[in-house]
């Protein structure tokens, strides 16, 4: 194989990979996203460019929505009914290091969900270290058992489907991986190959090299496409959590830069003074450079003075768009309530969030689902690798299908709301140990039911509560 043969992707690989790059940028934000998305204005000197660059900065909703959806996910631990497999030792020393680095098997999973949720899929491969063990007890003592390793979409250079005839499903029958170390992994049902680019002394490259190769005992390629959310479209490849959101935080990154603009260089006063005549001296004048300056027979209307510069206006309409659109994002993503992004004044509704959150406890058990059957994949693999296939068959995951979304920041505000409008001491002191039982959870229950007879015993002015103020005098 040429090395332009061993380089060669995927169209679909062709057609995306800008995308999922500017996806991982968004969703790692820093330098690399602002060196991305802070273009120069044609007028713009290059140095006011540099300078825009470096005095940026990114508001990273991809980051949050991603970390904030995970964390639902791996709220509550999934339950597991592995049978045999569970009291298998080699099995026990991969739920403690699934990928050979060290890494958990339930943090492996959490993680790569979160991968998928960037870029809407990541393939898993499921290998065996290659070698002959006669006896599993060799196994067992040289710690060799099938692991997992995590590809995104751009470590994933080709792949070939063709339909079984015997069972009319699409079999992957060939795939080019692109490790970490720059090794070109190829496999095919019944055989692997890993092949390298020569470095030459002076820096440049060699001829495409075979660098190992082996059988694959399995007749199928062990490995699959771990998805986020299904995409109607292609069953194989996802729908990212970012795909929107990461072009409105370039656009919010920009409207920021613009911003810091004004402020720099509208927002401060500029010095005015008369021209100076021919032979006259300047001494007088110091400070603010450059200075503007106007005809000196202009009388008292031409004394020295300062121009201010009106930047509220347009910062304000920059604030404003900013929060226009991080409310879109939270509204797109269903998670409105629970970052309080609502515009109203008014408390929301009961049904209101509760809408929200049927849409949002919706998306999560899809992606749940898709992270059960992740994990069963990755286990028929490792039973197979094992010639243990008889295990897999009673395997049992359950993932939760609710999930703690309501907001303590929405019920809270809405709490303090009610107490205002409602004219009632009793309804206040209510309200008062409601926000104690939400805010405070894990208190003691002696030390709640201490509060509880403070707030009893308080005076309430329910003046104060509602924030007006009385005029003493009248």
């Given amino acids: 194989m040429d090395k332009d043969e061993l380089k060669k992707k995927n169209q679909f690989y062709k057609d995306h990979v800008n995308m999922w790059t500017f996806w991982e940028t968004a969703y790692e934000g820093a330098d690399a996203f602002i060196e991305m998305v802070i273009k120069q204005h044609p007028r713009e000197t290059n140095a006011n460019w540099l300078t825009r660059k470096e005095e940026a900065m990114v508001f990273n909703f991809a980051e949050s929505i991603v970390d904030l959806f995970n964390f639902y996910l791996t709220e509550k631990a999934p339950i597991r009914d592995l049978g045999v497999l569970s009291n298998d030792p080699l099995w026990q ?39 002959i063990r006669t006896t599993k007890q060799e196994e067992i003592e040289g710690a060799i058992y099938p692991y997992c390793a995590a590809y995104t979409p751009l470590n994933i250079l ?28 190829l496999w095919e ?39 986020n959310i299904q995409s109607a ?40 003074r008369p ?42 309409s920059i604030i404003k768009w900013i929060a226009m659109k991080s409310a879109a994002i939270y509204d797109m993503k269903h998670i409105s309530g629970i970052h309080a992004t609502a515009q109203s004044k008014e408390a929301r509704s009961g049904a209101a969030l509760r809408a ?20 069963l994949r990755i286990i028929q693999l490792w039973t197979k690798w094992q010639n243990q296939k008889d295990f897999f068959k009673k395997v049992n995951i359950t993932r939760p299908k609710e999930f703690s979304i309501d907001d303590l920041s929405i019920s809270l505000e809405n709490t303090f709301k ?10 206040a002191r209510l309200g008062m140990k409601n926000v104690v039982k939400k805010s405070m959870p894990d208190m003691l229950d002696g030390d709640r039911n201490l509060v509880n007879k403070e707030i009893d015993d308080a005076t309430i002015d329910m003046n104060e509560l509602r924030g007006v103020k009385l005029d003493k005098e009248i």
């Fill in 93 to 131: 020393m991969f739920q403690k290091d699934c990928d050979l680095n060290g890494t958990n098997f339930d943090v492996f999973l959490n993680e790569k969900q979160k991968v998928a949720a960037i870029f809407g899929f990541v393939g898993i491969l499921v290998d065996k270290p290659p070698g």
């Fill in 158 to 185: 080709d792949w070939k489907l063709s339909r079984n005839r015997d069972t009319s499903r699409h079999d992957l029958v060939f795939l080019k991986l692109l490790d970490s170390d720059g090794k070109y992994f």
């Fill in 189 to 227: 049902p019944d055989k692997w190959k890993i092949w390298e680019i020569e470095k030459l002394e002076n820096g440049d490259e060699g001829e495409a090299v075979l660098f190992d190769e082996g059988e694959n005992p399995l007749n199928e390629i062990p490995f699959f496409w771990m998805i």
């Fill in 233 to 272: 479209i292609d069953p194989y490849f996802g729908v990212s959590d970012i795909k929107e959101i990461s072009k409105i935080q370039a656009s919010i990154t920009r409207n920021i830069s613009c911003g810091e603009e004004v402020i720099n260089y509208a927002g401060f006063p500029q010095a005015r």
């Fill in 275 to 316: 021209k100076l005549l021919e032979g006259e001296s300047d001494n007088n004048v110091s400070g603010i450079t450059p200075i503007l300056e106007f005809d000196p027979e202009l009388g008292d209307a031409g004394k020295p003075d300062w121009l201010e510069a009106a930047c509220a206006e347009p910062i304000e």
């Fill in 356 to 375: 929200e959150f049927q849409q949002l406890n919706s998306v999560l058990v899809k992606k749940n689902e898709n992270l059960t059957e992740a994990e």
């Fill in 418 to 427: 009610a107490m205002k409008i409602v004219l009632s001491d009793k309804f």
